[in-house]
T-cell receptor, first 112, second 114 residues
Framework: GENVEQHPSTLSVQEGDSAVIKCTYS??????FPWYKQELGKRPQLIID?????GEKKDQRIAVTLNKTAKHFSLHITETQPEDSAVYFC???????????FGTGTLLAVQP | DTEVTQTPKHLVMGMTNKKSLKCEQH?????MYWYKQKAKKPPELMFV???????INESVPSRFSPECPNSSLLNLHLHALQPEDSALYLC?????????????FGSGTQLSVL
């Protein structure tokens, strides 16, 4: 079945710096890759997603890139702010299982 | 309405109790999901309902019993739970279970089993 690896597990940056989180998936038939932000005790919130027919997508300070050949996708946050501090999960959907499989999560801390 | 509503928000129960978690959406979605999330871990899929029929059961213990009374409602019946079942239970929905579209999450039920 699908397996999604996510790195790093923790990331600390200074306010204003950029943050990059990387994920690798195993099922080449996966076709949808969302990113979720989750604050403590709250629901996962979709922040950006990308489909397999697109290589890059940007929404203000957030961008996602997808390399289908390498089965890698990454989240880029520019000009980080303290309110960006949260756990971020990547996920992959599709392929043989038609399930949304989550990565292990990255705890991002933005230091003011 | 783009909300998935879950009740209750918090639940404390003993190991001999029977309780139910409820989930409701009015987006016309035909796929509904139950996830379990332990602290600092990713959500783990438990069940998927597609067109009101159970399509995926991730080998969940029988003390968890899902029910989909209609296309807008999803329940999770709990009986004889163990303390290790304490977690955040998340309901989610999407247009269809096979579509590469957004999964909408409810705010969850924080369950504590004593």
């Amino acid at each position: 079945g699908e397996n999604v690896e996510q790195h790093p597990s923790t990331l600390s940056v200074q306010e204003g710096d950029s943050a990059v989180i990387k994920c690798t998936y195993s099922d080449s038939a996966s076709n949808y890759f969302p990113w979720y932000k989750q604050e403590l005790g709250k629901r996962p919130q979709l922040i950006i997603d990308i489909r397999s027919n697109v290589g890059e997508k940007k929404d203000q300070r957030i961008a996602v890139t997808l390399n289908k050949t390498a089965k890698h996708f990454s989240l880029h946050i520019t000009e980080t702010q303290p309110e960006d501090s949260a756990v971020y999960f990547c996920a992959a959907f599709g392929g043989a299982t038609n399930k949304l499989i989550f990565g292990t999560g990255t705890l991002l801390a933005v230091q003011p | 309405d783009t909300e998935v509503t879950q009740t209750p928000k918090h639940l404390v129960m003993g190991m001999t109790n029977k309780k139910s978690l409820k989930c409701e959406q009015h987006m016309g979605h035909r796929a509904m999901y139950w996830y379990k999330q332990k602290a600092k871990k990713p959500p783990e899929l438990m069940f998927v309902y597609s067109y009101e029929k159970l399509s995926i059961n991730e080998s969940v213990p029988s003390r968890f019993s899902p029910e989909c009374p209609n296309s807008s409602l999803l329940n999770l019946h709990l009986h004889a739970l163990q303390p290790e079942d304490s977690a955040l239970y998340l309901c989610a929905s999407k247009d269809r279970d096979t579509s590469n579209e957004k999964l909408f999450f409810g705010s969850g039920t924080q369950l504590s089993v004593l």
